[in-house]
């Protein structure tokens, strides 16, 4: 494939404005307010409205007399739908860390849309035995390309997505640019010529499972292997799949997939594809990657090592190499700015009863007394501020000790002047992007300040095993699960 076959030299232009999510570095008040996306790595090209703190508008498509809920990230000069599988649902994936990061590196190199097909997620619902066939989806496709006012696009398909957009493709070739799938099968019923496909029973006996116990951790854990004894991921992600689709849903489209079979019109595809699949998914089969690869002129086939379905979880990085090198022609290289900090995060405890108590005007002077101590303590102790919301700091330190006891100066100043403040710190290695800060760092120590109580000033383990001899003590709080943040954590309160 030559690099000009998925360049997009349209420019931005003329088309819907685009609003974007939370990315790397969240405003404070949205840290307090709402559960955290993810804060992943800011890849060049990603638009700045993406950094502002504010999830992504959803809009709504006419398909027919249906709504299709569907959302435009990004400002890159290469349109590209991303195609879901089973269930989705446009507003719930930014709260899944690993999707989110996966869906902003993606909108950094393209004007990303998303959409969420009739009956599944925000679009409207439909009878369950109503639910889109593969005809229907293509249309509910067309009508989000419409409204976004997208001429041509890129497509990323995923699992069943992977089997519709293989049809689109080869149905609309004047809007699609460029054909991407992962996890994909042409069949769903096993055969003598399509041997790696599920048997009828095994198909039945997952569709009973849906019906009767819609989600447990036990039927998202096969398509997530390396994920499987996270019993923190699976809840998260099994509450993904239950905000997308009833179980009755769920259950029916299982039944529809399980009649998809594409295999007469792979060799009609005439434009650039791309088929990524792991080598051991148990859910599709990469002998069934290959294949269709095979049938379809001019495809590239890359097979990744690891077994899960779910192209977000397991080495995601290298799945997003792939495909921004198949669009654009380059291969992004590293970052080079990342760097190893304690990040800060203090908010004022009953902050909105207490502005209620004081008044608009007493309260306002106290919060500014408050800025200005904080602030303060930032100099003395080489803080770095990053950024202030309301009556919250996010700020960096180059070293743990000094972290650790300018948050004590803080919570002590805010003593006198009558508030109680809350302090959270965690040493990681962090992305810098001019002002900006970023990364699991920065997430996990937005976490630790929400497992603190009010006077208190928490660290992660990490923070008090680098600031051993120091002279600071600290009470074990015990081990805590973070939101959005693997495995559990030890926290400590610094006295």
């Known amino acids: 494939m030559s690099d000009g076959a998925c360049h997009n030299d349209r420019g931005p232009a003329n088309r819907p404005s685009r609003e ?3 990315l790397y570095h969240r405003p404070l008040s949205a840290v307090k307010e709402t559960s955290p996306e993810t804060m992943g790595p800011p890849w060049p090209g990603l638009p700045a409205s993406l950094c502002r703190g504010m999830p992504p508008r959803t809009r709504y498509a006419r398909s027919g007399d249906l709504h299709i809920a569907y959302q435009v990230v990004g400002d890159g000069p290469l349109d590209l739908i991303f195609v879901p599988g089973w269930v989705s649902n446009v507003e719930e994936c930014w709260e899944q860390p690993g999707l989110a990061a996966f869906l902003e590196r993606l909108a950094s190199f393209s004007r ?9 997620g925000l679009s409207d619902r439909v009878a369950n035995d109503r639910l889109p066939t593969l005809e229907e989806r ?22 069943e997505g992977g089997s519709m957009s293989v049809l689109f493709a080869a149905t609309y070739p004047q809007r699609t640019r460029a054909l991407v799938t992962f996890g994909v099968f042409a069949r769903r019923r096993r055969s003598a010529d399509y041997p790696w496909a599920p048997s009828d029973s095994d198909r039945a006996a997952t569709i009973e499972q849906v019906e009767s116990d819609w989600v447990t951790e036990d039927l998202v854990r096969p398509l997530v292997p390396s994920r499987s004894d996270d019993p923190a991921f699976l809840g998260q992600l099994a509450t993904y799949y239950r905000r997308s689709a ?18 007469a019109i792979l060799g ?3 434009i650039p594809t791309l088929v990524l ?23 590239s086939f890359v097979e990744l090592p690891g077994g899960d379905h779910l192209f977000w979880v397991g080495d995601s990085d290298t799945v997003l190499n792939e495909i921004e090198a198949f669009l654009t022609g380059v291969r992004p290289v590293p970052n080079p700015d990342r760097v190893l900090a304690t990040i800060l995060f203090t908010d004022v405890v009953a902050s909105t009863e207490m502005a209620a108590r004081l008044g608009d005007r007493r309260w306002s002077e106290a919060l500014e007394t408050h800025r200005a101590e904080v602030r303060t303590a930032l100099g003395r102790w080489r803080g770095e ?28 100043g805010a003593g006198v002047a009558g508030l109680e403040v809350r302090a959270g710190l965690h040493t990681g290695e962090i992305e810098r992007r001019g002002r900006d800060v970023a990364g699991l760092a920065v997430h996990i120590g937005s976490r630790v300040m929400a497992a603190a109580g009010a006077g208190e000033v928490v660290v992660s ?34 006295q």
Request: with cysteine.
């Open 268 to 270: 009609t595809i005439r």
């Open 277 to 299: 699949h792991r080598t051991d998914d148990r859910d599709a089969l990469v002998e069934e990657g290959r294949w269709i690869a095979s049938r379809i002129p001019g495809a």
């Open 20 to 22: 974007g999510p939370v």
């Open 138 to 159: 293509m249309d509910d496709v067309h009508a989000v390309l419409d409204a976004a006012e997208s001429e041509q696009a890129a497509l990323f398909g995923h699992s």
């Open 385 to 412: 501020e990053i950024d202030t919301a309301g009556d919250g700091f996010l700020a960096i330190f180059d070293g743990p000790a000094r972290a650790v006891r300018c948050a004590l100066a803080i919570r002590d």
């Open 246 to 263: 009833s179980p009755g849903a769920a259950a029916q489209l299982l039944r529809m997939n399980t009649a998809i079979d594409v295999r």
């Open 112 to 120: 990303l849309i998303l959409f969420d097909k009739r009956g599944t």
């Open 461 to 494: 383990s990490t923070v008090k095993d680098l600031v051993a001899g120091s002279g600071i003590t600290f009470a074990d709080r015990g081990t805590h699960v973070l939101k959005g943040v693997p495995d559990e954590w030890r926290l400590y309160t610094a």
